[in-house]
């Protein structure tokens, strides 16, 4: 996706740098990259379903306070490794890159479209060491029944997640694995709120949102916006 081929009010979101000796990527290049922790960086850039472009925006600050959450909280003795699947602009996705890549891990990308077939790979490969899913993802895992003894850590992000669910997960991981919860607000794409989750404590109904990340307030409020 050429960026500039784009219609001019996209083109004014759209921030891009390639590295030095990529000129072949066929992708129009721009020197001025964000200089400000208040510009935005583009996200995800997709079509929604009238066929129009519509991008996920953060700002550099936002950006940097989770990979620095990411790299306090998530990098393990060894580098993430972390599957992509399905659209690589996919808030999964995107997330998953900006954890990984960001913190000097690695991304595997599986091209299947079939839940299965990729849960097949990833367990007969066992390279990957943290599954960043949504909800919906992590029930299809619990009924897929496989142990996941390779798996030190599970990022989830979507829908509350009932105990019972995380806690059947984490029997199917590596003993000493982690399952923290991302909660996500509208039109941002990385976790604002995480809690990690222990199912050794006594816990309600669902996993708790958690608390906000370093560097960010929360504001709980009503339909009035009080």
């Not at 979507?158 to 059947?168: D, V």
Request: with cysteine; glycine share 6%; net charge positive.
């Amino acid at each position: 996706l050429n960026p500039y081929d784009l219609k001019p009010e996209a083109q004014q979101i759209v921030h891009l740098r390639l590295p030095a000796g990529k000129e072949d990527c066929n992708v129009s290049r721009k020197e001025n990259w964000v200089t400000s922790s208040s510009e935005p960086v583009v996200m995800s850039l997709s079509k929604n379903h009238q066929g129009k472009y519509t991008a996920t925006k953060v700002n550099q600050k936002g950006l940097l306070q989770y990979v620095s959450f990411a790299k306090r909280e998530y990098v393990l003795s060894e580098s993430l490794c972390i599957p992509a699947y399905g659209a690589i602009d996919s808030d999964m996705n995107m997330t998953a890159l900006v954890a990984a890549l960001f913190t000097g891990g690695q991304v595997r990308i599986y091209q299947t479209k079939s839940i299965s077939k990729m849960l097949e790979l990833i367990i007969d490969e066992k390279m990957v060491n943290t599954m960043k899913v949504s909800t919906e993802l992590l029930c299809n895992i619990g009924s897929y029944g496989k142990q996941f003894s390779f798996i030190r850590q599970w990022i989830v992000s979507g829908s509350m997640i009932p105990t019972k669910l995380a806690t059947y997960i984490l029997d199917l991981s590596k003993e000493e694995s982690k399952l923290w919860y991302e909660y996500v607000p509208d039109s941002i794409n990385f976790g604002v709120l995480i809690h990690r989750f222990d199912k050794n404590q006594k816990n309600g109904s669902y996993v708790p949102v958690g608390k906000p990340i370093d560097g960010l307030k929360v504001y709980v409020i009503d339909h009035d916006k009080n």
